[in-house]
């Protein structure tokens, strides 16, 4: 466990794969959507018909806001997507960057709370991130067609504490999820976990 810190976080940065983007979700969301749609219908637009082109626009204006709808719900500060193919795959996944001021109940120590992190879940590692103490949790979730769930999924979060050198500061839970092929155990699934692993070993805070 790292040691007490004694910095002041007030963001992060973070290195995406290439053919993924950032929306940012408190400010500017509309316009980096916007900018993902223009692109997507431009690199189409010399195959398809206009009238397709223009379905296919407003079924990724659908998704997209969607997607950002329920990133904003979970507190989400940044979404990541993949808008290109992967080695010639559309891929379906995401990340998530949330603040949140406590993941457990108020007025938990940091100690605690990591504590009982590890204690209340399988498949929960005590890991470090940029320094910080953070804990790794991954999980499969069923399908559920009636919320929207077509087809099972593969989560991975890593809750991690905000350097703070006075007060507790919160927490940042960086959220992955994808479906994969379609089997959470399977290969392809697997090689996007160990892709999101990667991502979070060049998570940095910015601080004061």
């Known amino acids: 466990m790292p040691p007490a810190d004694t910095r002041n976080a007030c963001g992060y940065t973070l290195i995406i794969p ?9 400010e500017g969301t509309e316009e980096a959507v916007k900018e993902i749609v223009d692109e997507a219908a431009e690199r189409i637009s010399g195959d398809l018909p206009r009238d397709k ?3 296919a626009r407003l079924e990724l ?6 997607s950002v709808k329920e990133a904003q719900r979970r507190g989400g500060v940044d979404l990541y997507l993949p808008v290109e193919p992967m080695h010639g795959l559309l891929i379906a996944a995401s990340i998530i960057v949330a603040k949140v001021d406590t993941v457990l109940r108020d007025g938990a120590d940091r100690q605690d709370v990591l504590t009982q992190l590890l204690t209340d879940s399988t498949d929960v590692e ?3 991130v940029a320094g910080s103490a953070a804990v790794r949790k991954e999980r499969t979730v069923d399908a559920d ?6 087809a099972p999924s593969k989560h991975v979060d890593y809750i991690v504490q905000v350097p703070s050198s006075g007060a507790d500061s919160g ?3 960086v959220s992955f999820s994808t479906i994969g092929d379609g089997d959470p155990a399977g ?4 090689v996007l976990v160990e892709l999101f692993d990667a991502v979070m070993t ?3 805070w910015r601080t004061e």
């Open 18 to 26: 290439p053919g993924w983007t950032r929306i940012p979700l408190r």
């Open 187 to 190: 290969d392809v699934t697997e």
């Open 145 to 150: 067609p009636e919320k929207g769930a077509e």
């Open 61 to 66: 204006y659908r998704r997209l806001n969607s």
């Open 171 to 173: 927490w940042v839970v």
């Open 202 to 204: 060049t998570f940095r």
């Open 126 to 128: 005590s890991v470090e």
């Open 53 to 55: 082109v223009t379905k």
